[in-house]
């Protein structure tokens, strides 16, 4: 038996293989008369090829004879060494030459299935099949896919390079601006101090001037008493009385009055308004970040702690739908019940009954919409298969973007609070501004003699005033030096190549919902007025290839919101193919020039250069 | 939104605030009937023992039947409280009592009304069960002896059935007397005759807001059952509990239900409960060392519920055995119908299940694809959905044969439709998966939607093929489409309507590769009393829905099954998944466990649970790997399907609200260790298959207790979280998160070895394994031959020529025997005997292969070309010298070789390399 799988009377008794079949086999004879080397990929050659009659498998296992090669029986189970060329091994592997096309590695379990997996066909020499020889058509057709994508990674890779660039300069100016910042930050906090410490002594000589005046005064009264005891005639005239008491009122209504009424009020209201917005903002990036979390947490924690009961809700209202069945219509029972296994809310189901058949089949209709108009969930990846199905799949993307067609894709540069802050910072940051302050404040400082009372009010007013505006001043850019520092800490890449799409938010169209992807913040989808959050931002993954935005809202019956973004080397940033492949975890693709990476170019171009290589002679006038 | 906050937020007050949802369970207790709920019941169980006072008079054998009436002994007795006197006027009139047997042991007991004194309505008897080759085997009696009292009539060479007239008590013993099994022992038979409604009484019956009108009043049935010399009994599917059945009633049992039978659509089910879920079946088996295995059987479609009454349940009865042998009562009852019973006297528990699936047909011959793995999700959303899944089992090298579509695929879930934008070239799709050697297969469920547009509503509406409602309009119920409703699959002729829907020309869209699961079909009604249907519905020939309730989802398999054999003019046989089942559903389909949960218990009772559908004749079962609801642990995930690999039916399937789970999802390690998992499954295929034809042939289940296959080792009597799958090879899930050790017990005298390893374990010992999570403990049991296809493809359809190998595992007497059964797959010419059936007996040191097939004309023969390229030989000691092929006198080497391809070290065990022999030829192998 094993002698008859020798190669020649193998080849013999095999006549009705294509003649373009019998050429590899020769070929391979070619390359080393004695054995039979079917399904040998190229870089394995040598390893068969020895003057020894005796291989062993790759793993080491075993020592085997040339003549147990590909005799159909598996003799290196852990790797199939000895069975390339048959499916005796299920470790095996196939290769076929495809030529014409690029070359293919196949589990051997391919082999003689009954299944044309190589373009050449030499996976199916068994005769129960035939399989045509396809590779000049398809592999004309991936060339010029890959052609195409060459073309758009060439182009990818220079914006990169720019991109990169821009990136650099942007970071650098932020950094630059951060240390400027602080800088400021700590020169002003100094200003601040000594007219803080300036402001106290003023109030403790306007106390004292207080306490002297009172004291005066009670010196007055009392010499008035005495006075006055002296004199009681002179009782009818006590105005100066009431007007020292009321002296005290007014001098504190001044006090009040130096920053509101003598300060600019646009100006204060600016500051204060300025503040306010920080506030708000470091809220909004630290705090509610946190707080939201927290209050997520809660929540989750709420919806966990009643999960087990789950069916709950709508089994709660189960209950109280079956406890009084007769108050619920049998559609509304029929609803409710069927709400369990649907996990749609039935309590909006109740509560909108009539309208929720509607609705019902609106969603239906939107998801087939959006469903026959998106690309399904895996095919996106760029991973290198050998397959050409994913290739294609690659390709058919790009394709479909090129089209740019429907559905509506954009972007825009949000406009943060950080953005307006700088450009208010950036309008004060000529190198005088803050040499003016110090001058200001030095004047301030030294016209300003608290040693003499009583108190200049003009004066004291001037340094409150100051005190006040610096003080907003210096908050001001303390927020902005936390907004920097904040963004600056984010992984940007290796290059800081993301850099500029920071502060960037991509949107796409999708019917009646608008996604809305912001990097290193957050992903919406919007609806109308409502807007549910898809994710914060959590981080790249797959060494950048993916964005990963997590902990979005909570999904009724389901895990929290959640989208992963595919890059892929494309011309322009745009966001495509929002998909929800498990219920409530999203995905989307992210062109951009940010990941045409040179080496993957290169790799393209050499494949092309194969394949071109690989195409057989005097097939181009076929 | 907003609006939906505080609402969101009111059910949580409502469920924090409410008492009596501290449940953590969202099993809706209270959305379903308990006994004391359900007046039938509550009033049986609150009967006394010997309070039935029938007696047997006029016995005589007539048409070949032993017959006899059954009336009230004392009549003029109304000594007793006023109830009984109302009962005594109720049950005044006699009611008749046959028995009839039939060879191979079997007796048939029905008890109904006296047609002659013409009751309000004829009681309904299930039609369309019992096979029609059985009725043929009715053994006429001619004769009956009367000794003592006791109307005794043979039943079999060594068992007798005997009617006691009074007390009215039905034996079945050996002719050595001991008792095998009885009915009425305890005096608890009750038969609630139909009547005429009195003046001002009321037979309604209201549940959580429905109204059953009951407009033929009480007509339960029930009676006490036992069984004789049994350890534990088995079977009345389908619970999530134990496969030993635990006791319902007596000392000790607190507050538990009767094991229920009523299909019902049971919202995230719990183990170990007796409620009732998707299917029915009123078979119980009792086994014990001694006596060995009985089998009772009530073919009656009604609600039922069975109670297992533990010792000294009966205290105050002063019943005590002449015998002294040890038995198990139960106690049966059902809302209606008639007593239509059968008793099998075994002995052996292959003999029960032979003796039951003669009378309600054994297993169908599934095609060879069905037996592989499926993948199933609701669901898959569309076209390219499906290509991907498919190319990436593809990449990732693991096979599958089947790609479901679940209900999402039509068009707003009128069956039969294409949701086009999702689908629409659903022809392509099928094809492209047909290329490979795959099918799709797709859903459709009963109820249909009540839409002028839709030609199946607008059809049956106009021919009247609906179930009508107590008012005799087409009912109309909530389910998947919204307002449906549901065909009537009592009528035959509704049932062939049904069948052609599934031609190629009606089924737009479906092609030879597609095929068809019903689910929802117990029926699931929503908005319906128990999420069902009214019991009070009508069915064709005014039957009543209480009647025939549990029969419903077997009618619309049958109808669904009739339908795909037509469609190809009887030669692709169907496959058709049901939820539902009763007894005769294997004749048409497989069924499964319904929508568990991803939680390890639930894994642990799917054993149970598939077992038990084994021994009342359903082969062809399994639960949904992973769990439907939930998300499953990567570990659960893996462990579901180490263990799914051996459910006669291997599917996995995920509910639309749970993360992607297919199986490359999960880390390189967990893709890798599935992936091998499922190899296990195509690689004893030709194994899985030969035990199917067994299953179709005897009943025998693929998968058994381990107790079928060593019945005389009581230790394995209670076992069911190991299970053997056919007679070679034992099982052992594993049912712990991160179990580093697991015990098991290995029944019989002789060895076992270890699958993976070929390490031999002593038999009759527990033993302590250590478990790493590659694989779940699997042996072969010595003396065994077991047929395997070890090529890994894509799909079975690329094995059907590859070489086989044989495991043979010796005994202590350096013997094994094995079969092998093989034939084209798919169509019905095994029925024309074209097969290969083998048996393999190695003995004195050599292997032949045996013909068990008859000889086929040559037109039927099936041919094929498959060789044997591997024999291993586990127990052997090295052979060097090879081994010499008879007749062609061709010698083989023999080597050591692993036991199974896989990457990693495997042991090397002695191997006869490329025998080069055909399975279709006779030859023998000596090891030299």
């Known amino acids: 038996m094993q002698k008859k799988m020798k190669n020649s009377c193998f080849i013999s008794s095999f006549f009705f293989l294509s003649v373009f079949y019998l050429l590899i086999l020769i070929d391979r004879s070619a390359a080393s008369s004695s054995i039979n080397l079917l399904g040998v990929s190229p870089q394995d050659l040598s390893y068969y090829s020895g003057s020894s009659s005796v291989i062993k498998c790759k793993d080491g296992s075993k020592k085997i004879n040339k003549s147990q090669l590909n005799d159909d029986f598996c003799d290196c189970p852990a790797d199939g060494t000895d069975e390339p060329g048959t499916s005796a091994c299920p470790n095996g592997k196939f290769y076929c030459k495809n030529a014409g096309h690029i070359p293919v590695t196949l589990y051997s379990s391919r082999v003689n299935d009954g299944i044309c997996d190589c373009c050449d066909g030499s996976d199916e020499y068994d005769g129960k099949v035939m399989c045509p020889n396809t590779c000049w058509e398809a592999g004309k057709m991936a060339r010029d896919r890959l052609k195409k994508k060459i073309t758009t990674y060439s182009e990818g890779v220079t914006l990169r390079r720019k991109e990169i660039e821009q990136s650099k300069l942007a970071a650098e100016k932020d950094a630059a601006e951060l240390t400027k910042l602080k800088n400021e930050e700590k020169i002003l906090k100094g200003l601040v101090q000594q007219l803080q410490d300036r402001k106290e002594q003023i109030e403790k000589a306007e106390e004292k001037e207080r306490l002297q005046k009172e004291n005066e005064r009670l010196q007055k009264e009392k010499e008035e008493k005495e006075k006055k005891d002296l004199e009681d005639k002179e009782s009818d005239n006590n105005a100066p009385d009431t007007g020292n008491t009321g002296g005290v009122t007014t001098e504190s209504t001044d006090d009040d009055h130096i920053g509101l009424v003598e300060d600019s009020p646009p100006l204060e209201d600016v500051t204060v308004h300025g503040k306010s917005v920080d506030e708000h903002q470091h809220s909004d990036d630290n705090e509610e970040a946190r707080s939201s979390s927290e209050g997520e947490h809660t929540a989750t924690e709420e919806a966990s702690a009643v999960a087990p009961e789950a069916g709950i809700d709508t089994a709660s209202k189960g209950d109280d739908a079956s406890d009084n069945t007769e108050s619920l219509s049998k559609e509304e029972l029929g609803r409710i019940v069927g709400s369990r296994w649907t996990g749609k809310k039935s309590d909006q189901e109740s509560a909108e009954a009539d309208s929720a058949a509607d609705d019902e089949d609106h969603e239906e209709q939107t998801k087939n919409i959006e469903d026959e108009e998106y690309n399904s969930y895996e095919s996106e990846t760029e991973d290198e298969h050998s397959t050409y199905d994913d290739e294609e799949a690659d390709d058919h993307v790009e394709d479909l973007e090129e089209d740019a067609s429907e559905p509506t894709s954009s972007s825009y540069k949000y406009e943060t609070d950080d953005d307006s802050e700088l450009t208010d910072i950036s309008s004060r940051s000529n190198p005088s501004w803050l040499e003016k302050i110090q001058n200001t404040v030095r004047n301030i400082l030294q016209a300003v003699n608290l040693f003499q009372t009583p108190v200049d009010k003009s004066e004291a007013a001037r340094v409150r005033k100051e005190y006040d505006e610096l003080n907003a001043k210096l908050s001001k850019i303390q927020s902005r030096i936390s907004s920097l520092t904040q963004k600056v800490k984010h992984d940007f890449g290796s290059e800081k190549e993301f850099y500029s799409l920071y502060g960037q938010c991509l949107e796409m169209k999708e019917n009646k919902y608008v996604y809305k992807v912001c990097p290193f913040k957050q992903a919406t989808q919007e609806e109308g007025h409502g807007s549910t959050r898809l994710g914060s931002w959590d981080k790249f993954e797959d060494s950048y290839r993916i964005m990963r935005f997590s902990n979005g809202d909570k999904c009724w019956n389901g895990p929290d919101r959640s989208l992963t973004v595919r890059l892929r080397c494309g011309l322009k940033n745009e966001i495509t193919d929002v998909d929800e492949p498990s219920r409530c975890e999203y995905e989307a693709l992210l062109s951009t020039p940010v990941v045409c990476l040179e080496e993957k170019l290169k790799e393209l171009q050499d494949k092309l250069a194969l394949m071109n290589k690989e195409q057989p002679q005097g097939h181009d006038e076929l | ?928």
């Open chain 2, 1 to 928: 939104m907003k609006y939906t906050h505080n609402l969101y937020l009111y059910l949580l007050v409502i469920l924090l605030v409410a008492p009596h949802l501290t449940t953590v369970f969202s099993w809706k207790k209270d959305e379903f009937r308990n006994c004391n709920q359900t007046p039938f019941c509550k009033r049986a169980r609150s009967r006394k023992p010997m309070s039935c006072n029938l007696i047997a008079t006029h016995v005589e054998v007539s048409d070949g039947d032993l017959k006899a009436f059954l009336v009230p002994k004392n009549q003029e007795n109304q000594e007793e409280d006023q109830e009984n006197q109302e009962k005594g006027e109720i049950h005044s009139k006699a009611l008749i009592l046959s028995l009839s047997v039939y060879s191979d042991g079997i007796l048939r007991l029905k008890i109904d009304e006296d047609p002659s004194l013409d009751p309000p309505k004829k009681r309904f008897e299930v039609p369309d069960v019992i096979e029609s080759g059985f009725l043929e085997k009715k053994l006429w009696l001619e004769s009956v002896e009367n000794k003592g009292g006791l109307n005794v009539v043979y039943l079999n060479g060594e068992y007798e059935a005997v009617l006691r007239s009074d007390p009215f008590e039905v034996l079945v013993r050996g002719k050595d007397g001991k008792s095998v099994m009885s009915l009425n022992s305890h005096g608890l038979f009750d038969f609630e005759q139909l009547r005429v409604k009195k003046e001002g009484e009321d037979w309604e019956e209201r549940w959580k807001g429905h109204t059953d009108r009951r407009p033929y009043g009480p007509q339960s049935i029930s009676f006490d059952v036992s069984f004789y010399d049994v350890s534990f009994v088995y079977g009345i599917p389908e619970h999530a509990t134990s496969l030993a059945l635990k006791p319902t009633r007596g000392p000790g049992v607190d507050d538990s239900e009767p094991y229920r039978l009523f299909n019902l659509d049971v919202f995230e089910y719990l183990h170990e409960s007796p409620f009732g879920l998707y299917g029915s079946i009123p078979f119980m088996l009792g086994h014990g060392k001694s006596r060995g295995t009985s089998g009772f059987f009530w073919l009656n479609a009604a609600e039922m519920q069975i109670d297992v009454l533990k010792d000294g349940w009966d205290a105050e009865s002063s019943i005590t055995l002449p015998s002294g042998q040890s038995r198990i009562d139960t106690f049966w009852m059902s809302e209606a119908g008639v007593v239509d019973a059968f008793f099998f006297v075994g002995p052996g528990p292959k003999d029960v299940i032979r003796q039951y699936t003669s009378v309600t047909g054994t297993s169908a011959l599934p095609q060879l694809f069905a037996t592989a793995y499926h993948q199933c999700r609701w669901n898959y959303r569309d076209e390219e959905d499906v290509q991907n899944v498919d190319s990436k089992f593809d990449e990732h090298d693991i096979p599958y044969d089947v790609l479901w579509l679940d209900i999402e695929h039509t068009d707003g879930k009128k069956y039969f439709t294409w949701d086009r934008a999702l689908f629409p070239n659903p022809e392509d799709m099928q094809k492209k998966l047909a290329a490979k050697g795959r099918k799709m297969v797709t859903i459709v469920d009963p109820h249909i939607k009540r839409d002028n547009s839709y030609h199946i509503h607008k059809e049956a509406t106009e021919k009247g093929y609906y179930v009508k409602d107590a008012n005799g309009n087409d009912y109309d119920g909530w389910c998947w489409p919204g307002s449906s409703s549901y065909i009537d699959m009592v009528n035959p002729e509704i049932r062939s309507w049904w069948g052609e829907k599934f031609s190629y020309q009606e089924y737009v869209g479906s092609t030879p590769s597609l095929y068809i699961w019903n689910d929802m079909n117990e029926p699931s009604v929503f908005n319906g009393p128990e999420i069902s249907m009214p019991r009070d519905a009508l069915h064709y020939g005014n039957v009543e829905h209480r009647e025939l309730h549990n029969a419903y989802g077997y009618y619309f398999h049958m109808a669904t099954a009739g339908g795909l054999v037509k469609r190809e003019s009887g030669n692709d046989r169907p496959f058709v998944l049901s939820r539902a089942f009763f007894p005769g559903t294997q004749k048409y389909g497989a069924v499964w466990t319904g929508d568990n949960t991803a939680e390890w218990e639930q894994l642990r009772v799917s054993v149970p649970m598939v077992l038990t559908l084994g021994l009342t004749g359903l082969a062809f079962s399994g639960a949904d790997v992973g769990g439907f609801f939930g998300n499953p642990e990567p570990e659960l995930l893996l462990r579901w399907y180490q263990v799914g690999a051996y459910y006669p039916f291997f599917r996995g399937h995920a509910h639309h609200d749970t993360k992607r789970r297919e199986p490359w999802l999960f880390g390189e390690r967990k893709t890798e260790l599935i992936r091998e998992a499922i190899h296990i499954r195509y690689m004893l295929l030709p194994y899985f298959y030969t035990l199917f034809r067994e299953a179709n042939v005897s009943g025998t289940p693929v998968v058994r207790p381990l107790w079928m296959e060593f019945p005389s080792d009581e230790g394995t009597f209670g076992t069911d979280e190991a299970f053997m799958v056919g007679n070679s090879i034992l099982v052992q899930g594993i049912y712990t998160e991160g179990a580093k050790q697991v015990s098991v017990y290995l029944p019989g005298e002789q060895s076992w070895y270890d699958m993976r390893t070929g390490t031999a374990y002593t038999g009759g010992v527990t033993h302590k394994l250590d478990v790493s999570e590659e694989a779940i403990p699997a042996f072969q049991r010595a003396g065994t031959i077991i047929p395997r296809k070890d090529r890994f493809r894509r799909s079975s359809k690329q094995m059907e020529n590859d070489p086989y190998t044989l495991v043979i595992a010796l005994n202590s007497s350096r013997e094994a025997e094995g079969e092998l059964y093989v034939d084209d797959g798919k169509s019905f010419a095994f029925q024309q005997g074209s097969y290969i059936h083998r048996r393999f007996v190695f003995s004195n040191g050599k292997l032949t292969s045996i013909n068990l097939a008859p000889a086929a004309t040559g037109k039927s023969q099936f041919v094929t070309d498959c060789t044997v390229e591997r024999i291993i030989l586990l127990g052997h000691s090295p052979a060097h010298k090879g081994a010499l092929v008879e007749p062609s006198n061709q010698k083989a080497d023999v080597e050591d070789g692993p036991l199974m391809l896989r990457p990693g070290r495997t042991p090397a065990v002695p191997t006869i390399r490329k025998p080069g022999v055909r399975i279709t030829d006779d030859w023998t192998i000596r090891i030299l």
